[in-house]
C-alpha cells in the first residue's frame, strides 16, 4: 500500500506544479522537455546501470521504451493543448476517465475478479470524477478541437493498459528502474528535437527559466512512474483495483491540496465529488 501511496502523492505533486506553472508563466512545453531528462537523470542515478548497455536491445522491453517515451510526451502535450481550446474540465475528465480502459483489459485479459462492490465503486469513482472536475467558470469551446480529448481518453488509456502488460510479461524486478529511466530519455529527446526545430523555425523563444522548473516537475514525475510499477506489483491487489484508486486518489488529494494551498474555490458540487471519491476508494480497496 506505501507504493499506491507515494505514487498518488507523486502525481498531486505534478499537478501543484503546474498550477505554480500556471502563476509563474512558464514555458509548460519547454519545462516537459528538461523534467523528462531530469527523470531518466533520477532513475539512471539509483540504478547505476546495473547491465551494460550493449545488452539493452536484447531485452523483451525495449522496443516498448520508444513506444512509452513517444507516448509520454504526446499526451503530456495534447493535454496541455486541449486544456486550452476546450476547458480543463473536458480535459480533466477525459485524462483521469481513462482508467475505465485498463480496468475493462484486467477484466478481459488477466482474469481480474468481478464483484458488485468493485462495479459499483468504479462506477461511482467515474461519477466523481465528473463531479470534482466541473469548475463553475464557463469557457468557450472550440469545437474542432473536441476530437483531443477523445484522443487524450484513448491514448492515455493505452498507455496505462500496455505499462501493465509489459510490467507483467516483460519485466523484471530488477529492470524496472532502467526501463522507466530509458522510457523518460526518449521522451526528453523527442520533445528535445521539437523544441529545437521551434526554435529554429522561429515558432518560439528559448526560456532560461525552463530549464529549473522542469527540473523541479522532474523528481515527482520519475515517482508517479516508478512507484507505479511497484504498486502493480504488490500482492493482493489486481490492477482494476490499482488503477482505480490511483486516480482517484490523485483527483481527491489535488482537489484537497489546492483548495488548502492556493485557495482555489471549490463549489459544493466539487465537495460531494471529493466526498465520493474517498466512498469510491473505500469500497473499491474493500473489494
Known amino acids: 500500500m506505501l507504493f499506491l501511496l507515494l505514487s498518488i502523492l507523486s502525481s498531486t ?100 475478479s468481478v464483484t458488485f462492490l468493485k462495479i459499483a465503486g468504479i462506477i461511482l469513482a467515474c461519477v466523481a470524477i465528473v463531479m470534482a472536475s466541473v469548475k463553475s467558470e464557463k469557457q468557450e469551446v472550440e469545437k474542432k478541437y473536441l476530437f483531443l480529448p477523445v484522443v487524450l481518453f484513448f491514448g492515455s488509456g493505452f498507455l496505462d493498459t500496455y505499462f501493465k502488460y509489459t510490467e507483467k510479461y516483460s519485466l523484471t524486478e530488477g529492470d524496472a528502474n532502467l526501463f522507466c529511466s530509458l522510457a523518460f530519455l526518449v521522451a526528453g529527446c523527442a520533445g528535445f528535437f521539437y523544441l529545437l526545430y521551434s526554435l529554429l523555425r522561429g515558432k518560439t523563444t528559448f526560456e532560461n527559466k525552463s530549464i529549473w522548473f ?14 507505479l510499477f511497484k504498486a502493480l506489483r504488490m500482492e493482493g491487489f489486481e490492477s482494476s483495483v490499482v488503477f482505480p484508486l490511483n486516480n482517484m486518489g490523485i483527483v481527491a488529494a489535488s482537489a484537497l491540496a489546492a483548495f488548502f494551498l492556493f485557495r482555489e474555490k471549490l463549489s459544493p458540487l466539487n465537495w460531494a465529488g471529493i466526498v465520493l471519491a474517498i466512498i469510491s476508494i473505500a469500497m473499491i480497496a474493500w473489494s
Open 214 to 227: 522542469g527540473i523541479f516537475l522532474g523528481i515527482p514525475n520519475y515517482g508517479s512512474l516508478y512507484f
Open 13 to 112: 505533486s505534478l499537478v501543484l506544479i503546474f498550477k505554480l506553472f500556471g502563476k509563474w508563466n512558464v514555458n509548460i512545453s519547454q519545462a516537459i522537455v528538461f523534467n523528462y531528462f531530469t527523470a531518466a537523470i533520477m532513475g539512471f542515478a539509483f540504478d547505476g546501470m546495473s547491465i551494460p548497455v550493449s545488452e539493452i536491445p536484447q531485452k523483451p522491453w525495449f522496443f516498448n521504451i520508444f513506444v512509452f517515451g513517444i507516448g509520454f510526451i504526446t499526451m503530456f502535450n495534447i493535454l496541455g493543448i486541449s486544456t486550452q481550446k476546450v476547458g480543463i474540465t473536458i480535459a480533466t475528465v477525459a485524462f483521469k476517465m481513462c482508467m475505465i480502459i485498463p480496468v475493462i483489459a484486467a477484466f478481459f485479459i488477466y482474469n481480474d
